[in-house]
Nanobody
Framework: DVQLQASGGGLVQAGGSLRLSCAAS????????IAWFRRAPGKEREGISC????????YYRDSVKGRFTISSDNAKNTMSLQMNSLKPEDTAVYYC?????????WGQGTLVTVSS
């Protein structure tokens, strides 16, 4: 079975840090582009960061540049999102995602709450 199991969410004060992780199984993880999305309360889901499967280039949404770092470990089939200098507007459910052509797999979502 294909699985993306997310973990690491929680409650943190503004300015704090959290590290989200996602463990993949059931598919060729190293062939997939990976990404993190989030959905804030009352807002549409948005992509915040991804790693190209072609050359490993990373991309970040402007609002998280310089604060968030995406990474992956193909040997362990895991992906992570290090989030520093968190702001209340980062409060959202965060989803990991793996993409290959038209195939997309989603993690179950993990809640991040940043208090002011």
């Amino acid at each position: 079975d294909v699985q993306l199991q997310a973990s690491g969410g929680g409650l943190v004060q503004a300015g704090g840090s959290l590290r989200l992780s996602c463990a993949a199984s059931g598919f060729a993880f190293d062939e997939y582009a990976i990404a993190w999305f989030r959905r804030a309360p009352g807002k549409e889901r948005e992509g915040i960061s991804c790693i190209s499967s072609v050359d490993g280039t990373t991309y970040y949404r402007d609002s998280v540049k310089g604060r968030f770092t995406i990474s992956s470990d193909n040997a362990k089939n895991t992906m992570s999102l290090q989030m520093n200098s968190l702001k209340p507007e980062d409060t959202a459910v965060y989803y990991c995602n793996a993409m290959y052509g038209v195939e997309r797999y989603w993690g179950q979502g993990t809640l991040v709450t940043v208090s002011s």
